[in-house]
């Protein structure tokens, strides 16, 4: 334990998402006084990784490694349940496929390396899983799972956090709200205090280390225009108002290198009616609008823009959020037709989704603001496009279009069914990729590539895993790997401290 008189805490957290909460667990777990620092009121806490489907992408062997976190599933449901292996190569190839080989490998490697065994610990620690099965499609009697993300935290976001909480409060673990970190202070080039700001002023804690975990600039219109365009002003936040980059200024500040693709984010079709930023209200990701390779996206003149079957959900749907705010007036209609309908993941269903239906694809373009005419060529001619081949959404089933631009690469059927629906949609940004470098235990880096005695950074803020694209359910993995990781280098490292402020 950490030498009272000069530490007041051995580790400060900042940030009560789930890369936070996980450092703070760990850094307790391995014997440090913690204290965990919020921004927000306690009644918006949990930062992004509240709002979340809770969906958490990890490498497993098989359905009965998975079942060590799913132990209510009998072995009858068992029998009933196709799983495909995905192994740490496959998640490590799909990393680097979709981040076009851009993504640092020695943090790939160890997100990738260390998810199952986090995914026990985070089980261990009182998190609740549940198969995922908007990731599944029913076939000859069972459930095929598809896309490598086949586990989700129970009651999604809201669950994750809840039960994280629960076990920091059990650890003893001092969370304080209102609390929004401002500044470090260094001696000797070691961190030795920081200082916060509350309703009532600044007060400095001293500490020997902190964890930055308090997301990226998402929040914040001023470094969005400065780092991703102009253009992102438009862009709605499907998250927490309070990711604005405090914690990536106040580690630049003190020399941490910038890492990874500052001028990237994550980002989606989210209904063009959700509330500008996250709704602490109206958790459970219940905006977006992920159903798209089973249909067609039009811009409002009438136009496709983007292949839509390019492939799984998983793998477009975080960089097609930019594509829709290149649009005129940032915005798309999602259009499927009365043969797809039926298979619309739930967030279609819910009373919050704004759509519109008729009986012929005419009528449909006279409810919506789109060139009438333009939208029905483009249909025609998409139905002309269409390759025989036998359709299966739970592959990739290359069921094609041939000739026009841009493709539809799989699961392309005409669109010819009525009743047909139109759901609108615009770009919410989700989290930015850029931050700051770590190694893998999550020592943040100064320029130099050495270690910043006593920094360290998870989740959002850590840059270099994604670039250009992300494959669904790495955050909240990536979160609780570095936060993980953090919390056990942050306590070992006051250990050693202390060990030498008693020997001096
Ligand atoms: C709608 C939505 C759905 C998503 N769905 C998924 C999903 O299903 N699966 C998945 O893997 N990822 C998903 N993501 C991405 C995921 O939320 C993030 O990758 C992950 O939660 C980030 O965790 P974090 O702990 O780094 O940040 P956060 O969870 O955002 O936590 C950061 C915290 O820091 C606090 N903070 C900020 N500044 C300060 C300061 N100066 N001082 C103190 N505190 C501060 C914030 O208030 C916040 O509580 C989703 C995101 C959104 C918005």
Redesign the pocket.
Known sequence: MADEKFLTYDVVV???????LCAGISAKENGSKVLI????PIQK?????F??????RTAYRDLEELREVLPGITDEEAARIYMPVYNEEDYYNDLMRVTEGKSDPQLAKQLVSQSMKVIKWLYENGVIFELNENQSFEKDGKTHFWGGLPLKTKNKGVGLVAQLNERVAELGIDVWYE???IKLEMENHQVTAIQIEQPEGIVTVRTGSVIL???GFEANQTMRSEHLGSQWDAAIV???E??TG??LKIALEAGAQAYGDWSGCHSIGTDLNAPKV?DFTKPG?IFKKSSFPLGLIFNNEGNRFVDEGADFRNYTYAKYGREVLKQPGHMAYQIFDAQVHPMLRKEYFLEEATFFKADSLEQLADLIKIDKEQFLQTIEAYNQAVQEGDYNPTVKDGKGTKGITPPKSNWALRMDQGPFYAFPVTCGI??TFGGVHVNPTGEVLDKEGAPISGLYAA???VGGLFYENYP??????S?AVFGKFAGASASRYVRGKTKDIVNQ
């Open positions: 900042v940030g009560a998402g789930n890369a936070a620092l919020e921004k927000g806490r949990g930062g992004n990784s709002f979340t489907d809770g969906a958490i609390s929004r970190a975990a308090c997301g499907r998250g927490s309070y990711n405090d914690g996250g990701d989700t989290f989740g959002e803020m669904g359910g790495s955050g909240l993995m979160g």
